[in-house]
């Protein structure tokens, strides 16, 4: 079983709708929640290095801040070498 955080920032009020979001993925997935942080995401990507966790669950891509690591970004087929998608931004980057 995976062991999974949820992030949510912390100038996100009220909370309770994300984390009810976040929690009821984990359980259609099968998570093990660790826990909900409410720290820079800089914590968050501490606890993934460190191997503390396995998933992170959100509940909007657009919590995420645009200069975090790891950077994800998927390949599709309108990319273009001077075109790349992130994975959480629909912006070109």
Known sequence: MEIAVVWIPADIEPSEPAVAMC???LRQHGYRLKGIVRAPWE???Q??????V???VIADPAHLPPDRSPRIEVATSASTAHEDRSAFDPQPG
């Not at 606890?47 to 503390?52: A, P, T, V, Y």
């Open 43 to 45: 914590t968050v990507e």
């Open 54 to 56: 396995d998933v992170v």
């Open 23 to 25: 929690l009821a993925h």
């Open 47 to 52: 606890k993934m290095i460190d191997g503390e």
